[in-house]
């Protein structure tokens, strides 16, 4: 494969420009003969006769010290951020840039790409939130703007738009692979579009992971820090807004004895009980037909948790609490989760069930067996407020003791859930 790997680093270049390489017809490809340098992205606002421009709520400036290359490069690596240079301006979209010809009111870009590496980030503040969020929504429109799978020169681009995992809709993940001559070639490139507030993260990531999930998940990782710095950008943040769960950009600390353990067996040797810990390895990475819906704690604001659980023989409990920076966000995560959950019902030998309990709070409950073995676990998520409570077992079950399996989950949810008032505004 090593001459694959060559090959497609001569086609770097041309990946760097996604979708735009195939020449593809597109609603948004500009007309004319202009440089690209004067192309103006479609999500650009539009000059109106109308009330001078809302003036955005949250930061408008970007701190000198704000954390935009944190993450980058290796652990000794200290990565210099610009108020200058290219950043992803050069990026095109169905023909369009839409990074470029924006009106910024601040601009940073970090940069550490070079030979056949490319680790590059952009940090905009914008006029206005819906700004920012119009720019992030050319991204999620995507997929119906162009065709997303292009052939140039024997190289087959496809892309794929993504639920982002650090936010709602229309914070979005793109994921570029390639193929030669039908046979998929390392590399691929991972892009997350982040708005917050008046400010628009963009970053994009080339590597060439064996796992190119594990690649995703590793580029979610590296930038958190930045995402979670993008707090001070937050609407909320702004006098005299809407009040959030705490002060903006403070995760409310969960109480030294919220009850997650209640009910989980003792220690016996036989079954190992991981007592609550905000450090523990939790119930993991849960992901639905490919859609990872679980932890996504990786949102604005930051956020806290707290994980236990029970391991025995064909068996498992665990329980996981996650706070965020507000109930707003906490609920764009649930539409996550609840939209994986409508469209997914088998893979791999996965069979997916959405499960109908009533917890009084908002709740999302399904079920996971297999058409080839037996093996049951129920994931029942609650959201309380500005926190998120995942109830998850395993047994050796079937899809006909779903049921009874699920009420054992709810049972124990409803043990815990009056404890996440704390989470809320005002309490329940």
Same mark, same amino acid.
């Given at each position: 494969m090593r001459h694959r790997a060559r090959l497609f680093a001569a086609t770097l270049t041309c990946a760097?420009?996604?979708?735009?390489?195939?020449?593809?017809p597109s609603d948004l490809a500009t007309s004319g003969d202009g440089a690209a340098d004067d192309t103006v992205s479609d999500a650009t606002t539009e000059q109106s006769d109308g009330p001078a421009e809302v003036e955005p709520t949250g930061a408008t400036t970007i701190p000198d010290d704000f954390p935009l290359s944190s993450g980058m490069g290796g652990p000794d690596d200290a990565i210099a951020t610009s108020r200058t240079g290219t950043g992803l301006r050069d990026l095109t979209l169905c023909g369009t840039s839409p990074l470029r010809g924006l009106g910024t009111r601040d601009r940073m870009v970090a940069d550490n790409s070079g030979g056949e590496a490319l680790d590059?980030?952009?940090?905009?503040?914008?006029?206005?939130?819906?700004?920012?969020?119009?720019?992030?929504?050319?991204?999620?429109?995507?997929?119906?703007?162009?065709?997303?799978?292009?052939?140039?020169?024997?190289?087959?681009?496809?892309?794929?738009?993504?639920e982002s995992p650090f936010g709602s809709h229309p914070a979005t993940l793109l994921v570029q692979t390639y193929a030669v001559d039908g046979e998929s070639v390392p590399g691929a490139i991972v892009i997350h579009v982040v708005p917050v507030g008046a400010a628009l993260l963009a970053t994009r990531t080339y590597g060439e992971w064996e796992d190119v999930e594990q690649g995703i998940a590793d580029t979610v990782a590296l930038t958190r820090?930045?995402?979670?710095?993008?707090?001070?950008?937050?609407?909320?943040?702004?006098?005299?807004?809407?009040?959030?769960? /705490?002060? #903006?950009?403070?995760?409310?600390?969960?109480?030294?004895?919220?009850? %997650? $353990?209640?009910?989980?067996?003792?220690? +016996? *040797?036989?079954?190992?009980?991981?007592p609550p810990s905000p450090d523990g390895d939790g119930i993991g990475v849960v992901e639905m037909c490919g859609r990872e819906v679980w932890p996504l704690g990786g949102t604005a604001g930051g956020s806290r948790r707290l994980?236990?659980?029970a391991l025995g023989p064909e068996y498992f409990d665990g329980r996981e609490l996650i706070v965020h920076a507000d109930a707003e966000?906490?609920?764009?995560?649930?539409?996550?989760?609840?939209?994986?959950?409508?469209?997914?019902?088998?893979?791999?030998?996965?069979?997916?069930?959405?499960?109908?309990?009533?917890?009084?709070?908002?709740?999302?409950?399904?079920?996971?067996?297999?058409?080839?073995?037996?093996?049951?676990?129920?994931?029942?998520?609650?959201?309380? /407020?500005? #926190?998120?409570?995942?109830?998850?077992?395993?047994?050796?079950?079937? %899809? $006909?003791?779903?049921?009874?399996?699920? +009420? *054992?989950?709810?049972?124990?949810?409803?043990?815990?859930?009056?404890?996440?008032c704390v989470f809320t505004k005002t309490g329940c």
């Open positions: 760097v420009a996604l979708v735009g390489c195939g020449g593809q590059s980030r952009e940090l905009l503040i914008l006029g206005s939130p819906d700004e920012a969020a119009k720019v992030a929504q050319s991204f999620a429109d995507l997929t119906s703007r162009c065709d997303l799978t292009i052939v140039k020169d024997g190289v087959q681009t496809t892309t794929e738009v993504r820090d930045t995402v979670s710095a993008m707090a001070l950008f937050d609407r909320a943040a702004s006098p005299g807004a809407t009040p959030t769960a /705490g002060p #903006a950009g403070v995760v409310t600390p969960v109480p030294d004895d919220f009850p %997650l $353990a209640v009910g989980l067996p003792e220690d +016996d *040797g036989e079954t190992e009980v991981s994980v236990t659980g966000v906490a609920s764009n995560v649930m539409a996550v989760l609840r939209g994986a959950a409508g469209d997914c019902r088998s893979v791999d030998h996965q069979v997916w069930t959405v499960l109908d309990r009533d917890t009084g709070y908002d709740t999302v409950t399904v079920g996971l067996t297999y058409d080839n073995s037996l093996g049951s676990s129920v994931f029942q998520v609650t959201r309380v /407020g500005a #926190a998120r409570l995942m109830v998850q077992t395993y047994g050796e079950g079937s %899809l $006909a003791s779903l049921d009874e399996q699920a +009420d *054992g989950v709810t049972e124990t949810t409803g043990k815990i859930v009056p404890a996440m």
